[in-house]
């Protein structure tokens, strides 16, 4: 593998090992990479995917919804009663 493509922390001399492991977990649970090593450990159903994404959707989406304009705001408000029709 080139050296860029590998997830490592060097250990700072000196360093407990332990703050080292911690220090690899934190980055690697921010990439996501560990959430997605569990998820993969086990077959994923079509339908479980579809519910995972589902449950997962609001807390992607967050950030999107928090900063809408008027306009947009309106477009939503739109498709949401278009929906119940």
């Avoid at 995972?52 to 967050?62: D, E, L, N, V």
């Amino acid at each position: 593998m080139t050296e860029k493509s590998m997830r490592g922390v060097s250990v700072k001399k000196g360093e407990p090992v332990d703050r080292a492991l911690k220090r690899l977990k934190t980055k690697l649970d921010t990439e996501g990479i560990l959430e997605e090593m569990r998820r993969r450990r086990a077959f994923e159903s079509p339908t479980q995917r579809r519910l995972r994404k589902q449950r997962t959707a609001p807390k992607r989406h967050k950030v999107r919804w928090r900063y809408m304009s008027a306009s947009q705001d309106a477009k939503a408000d739109e498709a949401e009663a278009a929906k119940k029709s």
